[in-house]
């Protein structure tokens, strides 16, 4: 069952110190609508900007050290990880921030705080699908001795190992399973943290003028100064707090195996745009499902209806119609005259359209078929393999194609058709096309 968007049901405020500029600030929760996403807006600011969460509007971590920033026109958000943590874990797709300054409050240097007051506020689903994300296959980047690999995976599963090879600090292990709904216990309550040989470098950089003892552990030689653990691995379940807020600057639900080793915001950002251009390529791929199609099953679906379901265009659309669509079997026609565009290059002398192009046009009229079945609403189709292939008679301009398809098998990620492509009675193709279903 595919989950709904969700957004707040209350306005609500919380307010305290920027971690690092030391400035006082005000947050205003307050619900948005759906496909909105995570919308900060300056109120600071006479204009009072809006900027939305995403990666677009990242500033580059190396530029601003140790926290993740969005900006937009010059105006800049610091230190958003830990509410972005909190939205991710509690599903909230859809919200308005309002903030008078320019960096977030750092609270007890968790994210416990944010999740307490976003649950103050209720949360209620709105009636559109949320939208997800997964991993099609392994990606990794990787900076000196921190690396983050992605693997494929059907929900969303992290480890994390800190090693700093500091005398003083043991290396660090911690496994977190999205699918526990363990986020309070295992990871919210885990703090900011950094060495005590780091303050000073920290505060010469103009970091650090807002914390503390209480809000960031610090750790020595001799152990924590002034402070104690609140869990074990504290640290590690810190950095996959950091990673979880920082994903959910994509604005999708992310669907994968992730293994982490000493990475931070710097190498969590370059991972994104990784995955992000992954996610880039299979959009533009594959055959995407409609969320809503025809309801009327066995009528004709027009050119109009039928780009609603392919984003193929001229002059690669190779379906002119849908002129019967059923549980498990469909036709579509193609034209074919003297004006297609391939007749110029193939044959000029004597027309013929390519074998492979008939093939992809029964792989058309597949894909809005098993795209067409409600459970695979929101799906995309990607080609795995043609087989038993033959070609019996050439098609030449002036036939008109009659594309059948009959489902042979159609599982959760996969999908196995006969197509056969006919002018008049006669058979001039045919082929069995299995296709990957996958979560678009």
């Known amino acids: 069952m595919e989950d709904l968007q969700q957004t707040i049901k209350k306005e609500v405020s919380i307010k305290g110190v920027g971690l690092h500029t030391g400035k006082k600030v005000n947050l ?21 900007p809006i900027i939305r969460a995403n990666l677009s509007k990242v500033i ?31 599903k909230i797709d859809n919200i308005l921030i309002e903030i008078d300054n320019e960096e977030l409050p750092g609270l007890d240097g968790s994210t416990l705080p944010f999740v307490k007051i976003l649950n103050d506020a209720g949360i209620k ?31 969303f599963t992290v480890s994390y190992t800190l090693d700093y090879n500091n005398s003083y600090m043991s290396a660090q292990y911690i496994k977190y399973s999205g699918l526990n709904n363990n986020f309070v216990k295992e990871i919210a309550h885990s703090r900011t ?10 505060k010469k950089m103009g970091l650090g003028k807002g914390a503390n003892y209480t ?26 707090l950091d990673l979880i807020g920082d994903l959910y600057l994509l604005g999708n639900q992310i669907n994968g195996y992730i293994v982490a080793l000493k990475s931070g915001h710097y190498l969590n950002i370059k991972f994104l745009r990784k995955l992000e251009r992954q996610q880039e390529r299979i959009d533009r791929g594959g055959i995407s499902a409609p969320s809503v199609i025809s309801e009327t099953e066995g009528e004709e679906l ?23 669509l059923e549980d498990k079997y469909a036709i579509g026609i193609k034209n074919v005259t003297i004006n297609e565009h391939f007749f110029q290059g193939h044959f000029p002398g004597r027309p013929v359209m390519p074998g492979v192009l008939i093939i992809e046009a029964m792989a058309q009229v597949a894909g809005v078929l098993m795209l067409s079945k409600p459970e695979n609403h929101g799906k995309m189709a990607y080609f795995m393999s043609i087989d038993k292939v033959k070609f019996r008679k ?20 996969t999908g196995q ?19 990957a279903l996958v979560d678009g």
């Open 28 to 48: 205003t929760f307050k619900p948005n609508l759906p496909d909105a996403g995570v919308v900060f807006k300056r109120i600071d600011v006479s204009e009072k």
């Open 60 to 90: 580059p971590p190396d530029k601003k050290l140790r926290r993740t920033s969005i900006g937009r026109n010059g105006l800049e958000i610091h230190t958003i990880e830990h509410v972005m943590a909190a939205l991710s874990a509690l």
């Open 125 to 155: 689903q709105q009636n559109i699908f949320r939208k997800s994300v997964s991993i099609n296959s392994p990606i990794w980047v990787r900076e000196d001795d921190a690396i983050i690999i992605g693997l494929p995976d059907d929900k």
């Open 193 to 202: 943290f950094c060495l005590e040989e780091e303050v000073e470098k920290l």
């Open 215 to 240: 809000n960031t552990v610090v750790i020595s030689k001799n152990g924590l100064i002034n402070n104690e653990f609140r869990c074990d691995n504290e640290f590690a379940r810190h950095k996959v």
């Open 302 to 324: 027009d050119i109009r209806a039928i780009h609603k379901v392919l984003p193929h265009r001229y002059p690669f659309l190779l379906v002119d119609k849908i002129i019967k």
């Open 394 to 413: 050439t098609v030449l301009p002036g036939d008109r194609l009659r594309l059948e398809v009959n489902i042979i098998k159609v599982k959760t990620k």
């Open 417 to 435: 058709v006969y197509t056969k492509a006919l002018v008049g009675d006669q058979i001039v193709a045919e082929a069995n096309l299995m296709f």
